[in-house]
Protein backbone atom coordinates (compact mmCIF):
# COMPACT_ATOMS: atom_id res chain seq x y z
CA UNK A 1 0.00 0.00 0.00
CA UNK A 2 1.00 3.29 -0.66
CA UNK A 3 -0.08 6.39 0.80
CA UNK A 4 -0.13 9.78 -1.34
CA UNK A 5 -0.39 13.48 0.41
CA UNK A 6 -0.27 16.62 -1.66
CA UNK A 7 0.66 20.02 -0.91
CA UNK A 8 1.02 22.89 -2.56
CA UNK A 9 -2.08 24.18 -4.40
CA UNK A 10 -3.80 27.69 -3.62
CA UNK A 11 -4.20 30.92 -5.80
CA UNK A 12 -2.33 32.77 -7.91
CA UNK A 13 -2.52 34.97 -10.91
CA UNK A 14 -2.91 34.23 -14.82
CA UNK A 15 1.10 34.28 -15.47
CA UNK A 16 2.48 33.02 -11.77
CA UNK A 17 3.73 30.00 -11.26
CA UNK A 18 3.10 27.23 -8.34
CA UNK A 19 4.90 23.72 -7.39
CA UNK A 20 3.14 21.14 -6.07
CA UNK A 21 4.43 17.97 -3.74
CA UNK A 22 3.30 14.58 -3.82
CA UNK A 23 4.58 13.32 -0.59
CA UNK A 24 4.61 9.02 -0.25
CA UNK A 25 4.92 6.91 2.23
CA UNK A 26 4.52 2.89 2.50
CA UNK A 27 6.85 1.20 -0.12
CA UNK A 28 10.29 1.73 -1.92
CA UNK A 29 9.13 5.04 -4.00
CA UNK A 30 11.83 4.32 -6.63
CA UNK A 31 9.53 1.24 -7.78
CA UNK A 32 6.65 3.49 -8.51
CA UNK A 33 5.69 5.14 -11.62
CA UNK A 34 3.58 8.51 -10.71
CA UNK A 35 2.02 10.84 -12.21
CA UNK A 36 -0.29 13.92 -11.91
CA UNK A 37 -3.88 14.14 -13.04
CA UNK A 38 -6.21 17.16 -12.63
CA UNK A 39 -10.20 17.66 -12.34
CA UNK A 40 -11.77 21.20 -13.07
CA UNK A 41 -15.58 21.63 -12.18
CA UNK A 42 -18.19 19.23 -13.77
CA UNK A 43 -15.22 17.84 -15.90
CA UNK A 44 -13.43 14.77 -15.72
CA UNK A 45 -10.20 13.83 -14.46
CA UNK A 46 -7.65 14.40 -16.93
CA UNK A 47 -3.94 13.41 -17.51
CA UNK A 48 -1.17 15.87 -17.04
CA UNK A 49 1.92 14.37 -16.95
CA UNK A 50 3.54 10.95 -15.59
CA UNK A 51 7.35 10.22 -14.82
CA UNK A 52 8.42 6.25 -14.70
CA UNK A 53 10.01 4.67 -11.78
CA UNK A 54 13.16 2.91 -11.63
CA UNK A 55 16.62 4.75 -12.69
CA UNK A 56 15.29 6.06 -15.88
CA UNK A 57 12.81 8.73 -15.30
CA UNK A 58 11.18 9.11 -18.39
CA UNK A 59 8.86 11.99 -18.59
CA UNK A 60 5.51 12.65 -20.70
CA UNK A 61 3.05 15.55 -20.69
CA UNK A 62 -0.53 16.48 -21.96
CA UNK A 63 0.22 19.05 -24.79
CA UNK A 64 -1.77 21.83 -23.30
CA UNK A 65 1.77 21.97 -20.14
CA UNK A 66 4.21 21.31 -22.86
CA UNK A 67 6.42 23.73 -21.97
CA UNK A 68 4.99 25.45 -18.77
CA UNK A 69 4.56 22.48 -16.45
CA UNK A 70 7.91 20.45 -15.23
CA UNK A 71 7.27 16.88 -13.32
CA UNK A 72 10.11 15.74 -11.32
CA UNK A 73 11.12 13.42 -8.45
CA UNK A 74 13.49 13.02 -5.59
CA UNK A 75 13.59 9.52 -4.61
CA UNK A 76 15.57 9.98 -1.69
CA UNK A 77 12.77 12.27 -0.11
CA UNK A 78 9.83 9.82 -1.60
CA UNK A 79 8.27 12.96 -2.65
CA UNK A 80 7.46 14.03 -6.38
CA UNK A 81 6.94 17.35 -7.83
CA UNK A 82 5.06 18.73 -10.69
CA UNK A 83 6.71 22.84 -11.08
CA UNK A 84 3.37 25.00 -13.14
CA UNK A 85 5.28 28.26 -14.55
CA UNK A 86 3.06 30.26 -16.79
CA UNK A 87 -0.56 29.81 -15.75
CA UNK A 88 -3.80 29.88 -17.24
CA UNK A 89 -6.63 30.79 -15.90
CA UNK A 90 -7.88 26.99 -17.66
CA UNK A 91 -5.41 25.51 -15.34
CA UNK A 92 -7.92 26.13 -12.47
CA UNK A 93 -8.64 22.50 -11.11
CA UNK A 94 -7.99 20.22 -8.35
CA UNK A 95 -4.88 18.50 -8.77
CA UNK A 96 -4.53 14.69 -7.89
CA UNK A 97 -0.94 12.63 -7.35
CA UNK A 98 -1.42 9.02 -8.63
CA UNK A 99 0.93 5.79 -8.30
CA UNK A 100 1.31 2.60 -9.66
CA UNK A 101 3.97 -0.26 -9.34
CA UNK A 102 6.93 0.50 -11.94
CA UNK A 103 6.65 -0.87 -15.00
CA UNK A 104 2.97 -1.99 -15.00
CA UNK A 105 1.58 -0.78 -18.29
CA UNK A 106 2.69 1.96 -20.68
CA UNK A 107 -0.89 3.48 -20.70
CA UNK A 108 -1.56 6.98 -19.10
CA UNK A 109 -5.40 6.34 -18.67
CA UNK A 110 -6.96 7.21 -15.16
CA UNK A 111 -7.85 3.76 -14.26
CA UNK A 112 -4.11 2.35 -15.02
CA UNK A 113 -3.33 3.65 -11.67
CA UNK A 114 -3.70 1.91 -8.20
CA UNK A 115 -3.36 4.49 -5.89
CA UNK A 116 -4.27 8.35 -5.03
CA UNK A 117 -4.20 11.56 -2.80
CA UNK A 118 -6.43 13.57 -1.66
CA UNK A 119 -5.90 16.33 -3.93
CA UNK A 120 -5.00 19.86 -3.67
CA UNK A 121 -6.56 23.16 -5.33
CA UNK A 122 -5.37 25.40 -7.82
CA UNK A 123 -6.91 28.28 -9.07
CA UNK A 124 -5.42 31.25 -11.33
CA UNK A 125 -7.13 34.02 -12.03
CA UNK A 126 -7.22 36.27 -14.88
Known amino acids: QVQLVESGGGLVQAGGSLRLSCATS????????MAWFRQAPGKEREFVAH?????????TYVDSVKGRFAISRDNAKNTMYLQMNSLKPEDTAVYYC??????????????????WGQGTQVTVSS
Open 51 to 59: ITGGSGMST
Open 26 to 33: GRTFSNYD
Open 98 to 115: AARPYGTTILLSRTSYNY
